[in-house]
């Protein structure tokens, strides 16, 4: 399923990730994941959050651009090999991903996938998803 995910560029300075983490403490908006890459100057931190018009809102008196960023999540069960299938599905329909990364939430796993062929990643997880229930 496509989600909303928010997409900010920071400082590679000590305390600008706290700042964005704390901002979002403070208005009771809730992390479920985060991954953050480094760049020379900046970093480019990815949240899902669980309301994402709350957090961009919140964001604004950090004076940094906030980007909402359609991705796909997809359950994954958490057993050996299982996202290892879903990256075989994506190779043999010729999609290449961007970025990727996975967590945790309420005990069921979740891969965060973003490619530039979105509508293509779209429709090939929805029938790997749809085959995955029919076995």
Not at 94 to 110: C, N, P, T, V, W
């Amino acid at each position: 399923m496509i989600i909303q995910q928010l997409t900010l560029h920071i400082e590679d300075r000590s305390g600008a990730t706290y700042l964005v983490f704390q901002t979002l403490a403070d208005k009771g908006i809730n992390i479920l994941s985060y991954s953050i890459n480094d760049e020379p100057e900046y970093g480019v931190l990815r949240l899902i959050v669980d309301n994402v018009n709350r957090a961009t809102e919140a964001l604004k008196v950090l004076d940094l651009f906030v980007e909402q960023t359609p991705v796909y999540s997809l359950n994954v069960p958490n057993e050996p090999g299982s996202m290892s299938r879903v990256l075989k599905e994506l190779k043999d329909h010729d999609i290449s991903l961007d970025f990727l990364y996975a967590f945790q939430y309420r005990g069921i796993s979740q891969a965060i996938l973003h490619s530039k062929d979105m509508q293509g990643l779209i429709n090939c997880m929805t029938e790997y998803e749809k085959a995955r229930l029919q076995d």
